[in-house]
């Protein structure tokens, strides 16, 4: 299954660009809210699978009407380090768990549009981002993909002067700024991937390939943080996770390179699509 928020109402992707409204084509058993989804999650998924997707009388969708398929999380969680080769262009050492940080929920927004530059030094990462669909807590690995509602692609905008500014980092504060955290285009169930856990993501500046990786070098895959993270706190449906990203952000290169006004930003994951943002001024500093 394939959904998507057209417009803030909950869709079901029917073909290679044609979605149908849920709400519309469930006579009402369903509502519009795509948030209200993930408290019936097991009853979406049964619905939707009881469907021939073929028969259904699917439209046509601009992007620019495509918004976050995970809208309000009420905890989202981030992990840093979570590659060898990014741990390495950070100069730091490989974790032994997981390190957790938060992006702030407002700073979520769509797969498309603009995103407006802070002052400061604003870096790409993208990453896989997990969302949850049942209850977890204290949840083993091998049960934690059946407590997954989907997987869809994030960005991971952090302004890196405010991230490593103090004595102690300011991370969530460094990635939490409007528009930072991009999420999209859709969101897709766990099953409708030859193989979850080893998917190709990455990300381009104007055409231009920056970032390019496997799910599968992922130091603590997706069952392995779900597990980690349910054992300290419980995990609700439509909660977001950030993975992490693979190395090639623009922190790690010599010399460093930021995002500017009127960059491209495309984002991928093979299996789910791509996200495009476009990097705009400050207005407030306009003519300063």
């Known amino acids: 299954m394939r959904l998507a928020n057209v417009d803030g109402r909950l869709n079901l992707v029917t073909g290679a660009d044609t979605l149908v409204d849920v709400h519309t084509a469930s006579a009402g058993r369903f509502g519009p809210d795509v ?3 993930f408290q019936r ?4 998924v049964e619905w939707a699978g009881s469907l021939d997707l073929a028969a259904l009388p699917g439209e046509s969708v601009e992007p620019a009407r495509l918004g976050n398929p995970a809208p309000q999380p009420r905890q989202v969680f981030a992990i840093g380090l979570n590659y060898v080769e990014h741990a390495a262009e950070s100069k ?19 797969p498309n549009g603009d995103v407006v530059l802070p002052e400061g030094d604003v870096d790409w990462e993208v990453e896989l981002v997990a969302v949850i669909g049942r209850y977890a807590e ?19 905008l952090s302004e890196r002067r405010l991230q490593l500014s103090g004595p102690a980092p300011q991370f969530s504060l460094g990635k939490s700024h409007r528009g930072f955290g991009p999420i999209g285009p859709v969101l ?25 990786g496997r799910t599968s070098a992922m130091v603590f895959p997706v069952p392995a943080l779900i597990a980690r993270l349910s054992a300290v706190t419980p995990l609700l449906p439509g909660d977001v996770i950030f993975t992490g990203t693979p190395s090639g952000v623009g922190l790690g290169r010599s010399p460093q390179r930021f995002l500017s006004a009127g960059d491209e930003l495309v984002s991928y994951i093979t299996g789910i699509g791509e996200m495009r943002q476009r990097m705009v001024p400050n207005p407030a500093k306009a003519g300063v």
């Open 92 to 110: 730091l050492d490989v974790p032994d768990s997981p390190t957790v940080f938060t992006k702030f929920a407002s700073s979520l927004t769509g």
């Open 35 to 37: 948030a209200e989804a």
């Open 41 to 44: 999650w097991d009853e979406l």
């Open 188 to 212: 897709v169930t766990p099953d409708e991937f030859p193989d979850k856990d080893d998917l190709e993501l990455g990300c381009s500046i104007n055409g231009e390939q920056v970032q390019k």
């Open 138 to 156: 204290n949840v083993a690995e091998d049960q934690a993909w059946s407590h997954v509602a989907g997987l869809t692609i994030g960005q991971d």
